[in-house]
């Protein structure tokens, strides 16, 4: 997998990106800039369904990706997962996540969740499971 192969299935793409580690965050938006059409952050879960309802107010569509974390101040990733579902069932999610118990893994099944990056991330592993989410897309 190379850069240019993931970039024909990730240049027309919207996506919402939700990391409350600002470092990370920096880092890691940098590279999706590059990426997507537009990229859209998030500090939380809260900040992050805010940002979706208002992405769909002024677009009248769904972001084609969100990609999340799980453990964040104010609203979690699982409780976000759970109320996007709840208004588009049908939404491309992203998990990353330092956690890998087989616990929270069939919780996030269970949520329709099937692509998951390990923190800390890899560069193998994040374009591997880009390209796995976003060629279906």
Do not use: W
């Amino acid at each position: 997998m190379n850069f240019k192969e993931l970039y024909k299935h990730t240049k027309d793409l919207n996506i919402l990106y939700v990391e409350d580690d600002e470092k990370l965050l920096d880092e890691t938006f940098d590279v999706f800039d590059d990426l997507f059409h537009s990229v859209d952050a998030a500090v939380n879960g809260q900040d992050a369904l805010e940002k979706y309802k208002n992405y769909y107010f002024l677009n009248s569509s769904y972001y084609d990706l969100v990609i999340t974390d799980l453990s964040m101040p104010v609203m979690d990733g699982y409780t976000l997962i759970k109320e996007l579902r709840r208004i588009y069932k049908d939404q491309n999610i992203i998990v990353i996540s330092a956690h890998n118990n087989s616990s929270r893994l069939n919780q996030l099944k269970e949520l329709g969740v099937t692509n998951f990056i390990m923190k800390p991330m890899d560069a193998v592993q994040l374009m591997n499971t880009l390209y796995s989410s976003c060629k279906n897309i």
